[in-house]
């Protein structure tokens, strides 16, 4: 029998600490009501039955989607808006030519104006949530408060959110302060403020993904990243996968790609028929916390508990996995509808949409049906492929990190750096096409080191030399890759099939790792050669993988060129380590 609910504390009375923040921000927002979040299905049951209730959640077809709802946001609020994203540290140098900077009183002054009295007639929502597995030492918990019903539906299933995380805040003591409210939902009244040096966030006027879920990027990465330079660990937009070979021995990957470039694909493969004894394992799909440990090794954690991920491009063929995983209990975010109310997405082959994702009647004129932004918000556990040692308090160890970025032309198919310090330069090197995940120009390639452009909560040089520091630690380094599984021919078709056919490079990788593998030496670094890569069964004609393993001198002068233009940026917080690696990958290259 469960315990009576009698016998448990109150929630309100486990952490003074949050029960006095609590209590400033119920005097400056004027909530009608307050609710501390238990973290129970029950709970999660009832905030459903209610806005389904107000018609803020649609309930899918439940012959082929039971337990999933269709939830539309506001046109105006489909993505992270980065140019509205702020780092709030006392010197501006801290936050780095890469952030947008406001001083703190500054800020702190602007965002009690919006919050003044913005829950009047609404219930504002306590979620106590923990990153990572709730007994990891690597964990970190934080306190969500919100005034949006669906950003509670969300946070409970992306994060460990409850009792268990409160208990865990009473016993740590500190806790990152997450501020949210919808406010009017007013694109010019928007904004996502961080404060690393108080370990707190504010974020006005988005109820959507980034924006509002702030354990996700606003804690798990920008303080998180803040933390992990003082305490010295990394906090990285990267996916953890477990990759099990034919002789039954597994291997872990962290991977750092952009928004939309494929890590939640990755991280849940499926091994092609053609290679036969493979197979893989999520950890994680979007962040990675990686530790030294006491062995010399790097170690992660996966500090999220569930996805919110692309929708469109999800199909049998794709990703069966993933396809199959949101066919239950899965929370939909703008995506279309059939006439029998099935969600639909682009990518889908069966089907047809009816509603767009705004709610109209479908005209392809109007463009896609479902926004290229659309998103499912799933937990972790209904992951067909989810590791046995995603649970684990001490993590996994990580034999390789790969970069990737999404680029027509100049970054190969995959290479090897020489060594930590150069693989350092390789990720701060990695540039990318933008994607619908952020408001803005898609299809632009922007420079995305360690695709953390948008994350990392402090100054991008003392970052790199935070990674070397940490390399510096290490006595077994995972080695480190660059891939790009994007690249095009003259009429814009992708060169490289992708997804499940990825396993081919990364199996390259491991034989890499276990001294196996052959490779040949480029100015970039190393290059499997065609014969390198376990090709049986891979439909791929010769002049493709060539052109897919080529490194074009001239393409790469001038990428090399925009580099040091962009190194330059970051001044006397440039490691000179760094510029040293570019200069012997200029003098390679001459
Ligand atoms: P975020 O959640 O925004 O961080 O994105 P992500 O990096 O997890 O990207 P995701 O795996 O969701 O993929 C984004 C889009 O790229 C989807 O439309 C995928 O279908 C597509 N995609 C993923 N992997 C590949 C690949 O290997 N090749 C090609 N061509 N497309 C891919
Ligand atoms: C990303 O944009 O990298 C995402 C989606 O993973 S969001 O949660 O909106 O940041
Ligand atoms: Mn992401």
Known sequence: MATAAHALTPLPQLSRAVADWVNSVRELTQPRAIHWCEGTDAEARELTAQLLRGGELKALNPEYFPGCHLYRS??????????????????????GPNNHWMDPQQAHA?????????????????????MGPIDSPLARCGVEITDSAYVVLNMLIMTRAGR???????????????????????????????????????????????????????????????????????AEHMLIVGLQNPRGETHYLACAFPSACGKTNLAMLIPPDSLPGWRAFTVGDDIAWLHPGDDGRLWAINPEAGYFGVVPGTNPQTNRNAYEMIRRDTLFTNVALTADNQPWWEGLTTGKPVLDWQGRPYDPARGPAAHPNSRFTVSARRNPGY?????????????????????????????????????????????SETTAAAV???????????????????????????????????????????????????????????????????????????????????????????????????????????????????????????????????????????????????????
């Open 387 to 431: 590791s046995p040692h995603a649970e684990d308090a001490r993590g996994v160890p990580i034999s390789a990190l790969v970069f990737g970025g999404r680029r027509r032309e100049v970054a190969p198919l995959v290479y090897e750096a020489r060594d930590w310090q150069h693989g350092v330069l390789v990720g701060a090197s990695l540039a």
């Open 110 to 130: 602007k965002m009690r104006e919006l919050f003044r009295g913005c829950m009047r007639g609404r219930t504002l929502y306590v979620i106590p949530y923990c």
């Open 164 to 234: 268990a995380a409160l208990e865990r805040i009473a016993h740590d003591g500190d806790f990152v302060r997450g501020l949210h409210s919808v406010g009017e939902l007013d694109p010019e009244r928007r904004f996502i403020m961080h404060f690393p040096e108080e370990i707190a966030i504010e974020s006005f006027g988005s109820g959507y993904g980034g924006n509002a879920l702030l354990g996700k990027k606003c804690h798990a990465l920008r303080i998180a990243s803040w933390q992990a330079r003082t305490e010295g660990w990394l």
């Open 440 to 590: 803005g120009q898609v299809g632009v390639t922007r420079r995305d080191p360690m695709a953390m452009q948008p994350f990392c909560g402090y100054n991008f040089g003392d970052y790199w030399q935070h990674w070397l520091n940490v390399g510096a630690k290490l006595v077994r380094p995972p080695r480190i890759y660059h891939v790009n599984w994007f690249r095009r021919d003259a009429h814009g078709k992708f060169l490289w099939p992708g997804y499940g056919e990825n396993l081919r490079v990364l199996a390259w990788m491991l034989d890499r790792c276990a001294g196996k593998a052959g490779a040949s030496e480029s100015a970039v670094g190393w290059l499997p050669r065609p014969a390198d890569l376990d090709t049986r069964g891979l439909h791929v004609g010769a002049e493709a993988l060539a052109a897919l393993l080529t490194v074009d001198a001239a393409l790469w002068r001038k990428e090399v060129a925009e580099l040091r233009e962009y190194l330059g940026r970051f001044g006397s917080h440039l490691p000179q380590a760094l510029l040293a690696e570019l200069e012997s990958t200029e003098q390679r290259l001459a």
């Open 74 to 95: 506001a046109p105006s609020d489909v993505a992270r808006v980065e140019h509205l994203t702020y780092i709030c540290t006392r010197s501006q140098e801290d936050a």
